[in-house]
């Protein structure tokens, strides 16, 4: 079967840096999403990875590597608006995504 | 522009009672998606559309039915609704499968007691 796995819940410290990891197992590979989500809204878009390597955009990072089946999203300078749900979805062969079921990031004052 | 817009915010139904959930989109995208998102599970994906007039099952669609009589609109229809239909359901948009990012429609919170 098809599996993504992500850590449930992660706390950091405002100003400080947090790595959240995604693992997964799908039928072929099309690309990896990383989504944020705040609570009670829809999750929007934050970053695209189909080549191994790291992109950076702004203060987050996302990196892949594809023979590992493992991706992060890097969130630096964390700031009190960072607090929400992170989803990891990969596009498998058939075009279609299959998500995580997120992880929840907490951040301390 | 106003992207993807879904109605209702809220509903609560009767088991056995129908509804129709709205989803317009301003994009153009050809690409439209329903999925439902339960607590401590990943989003899963109820129906999808490639353009006006075509649809497909996703992995949950038991319960459910979908129309696309245009590029803009995708309703979803419940009928006789069940407990097991009590989730957070979201309509999405892209312009194409391969990579592109999906826009969201703000949510449907809805209870079925």
């Known amino acids: 079967g098809q599996n993504i796995d992500q850590p449930t819940e992660m706390t950091a410290t405002e100003g400080a840096i947090v790595q959240i990891n995604c693992t997964y197992q799908?039928?072929?590979?099309?690309?990896l999403f990383w989504y944020q989500q705040h609570a009670g809204e829809a999750p929007t878009f934050l970053s695209y990875?189909?080549l191994d390597g790291l992109e950076e955009k702004g203060r987050f990072s996302s990196f892949l590597s594809r023979s590992k089946g493992y991706s992060y999203l890097l969130l630096k300078e964390l700031q009190m608006k960072d607090s929400a749900s992170y989803l990891c979805?990969?596009?498998?062969?058939?075009?279609?995504?299959?998500w995580g079921a997120g992880t929840k990031l907490i951040i301390k004052p | 522009n106003a992207g993807v817009t879904q109605t209702p915010k809220f509903r609560i139904l009767k088991i056995g009672q129908s509804m129709t959930l709205q989803c317009t989109q301003d994009?153009?995208?050809?690409?439209m998606y329903w999925y439902r998102q339960d607590p401590g599970m990943g989003l899963k994906l109820i129906y999808y559309?490639?353009?006006?007039?075509?649809?497909d099952k996703g992995e949950v669609p038991n319960g459910y039915n979908v129309s696309r009589s245009t590029t803009e609109d995708f309703p979803l229809r419940l009928e006789l609704a069940a407990p097991s239909q009590t989730s957070v359901y979201f309509c999405?948009?892209?312009?194409?499968?391969?990579?592109?990012?999906?826009?969201f429609g703000s949510g449907t919170q809805l209870s079925v007691l």
């Open positions: 999405a948009s892209s312009y194409s499968m391969e990579n592109e990012k999906l826009f």
């Open positions: 994009m153009n995208h050809n690409y």
């Open positions: 559309s490639v353009g006006a007039g075509i649809t």
């Open positions: 799908t039928s072929g590979f099309n690309g």
């Open positions: 990875n189909v």
């Open positions: 979805a990969v596009l498998d062969s058939n075009y279609q995504l299959i």
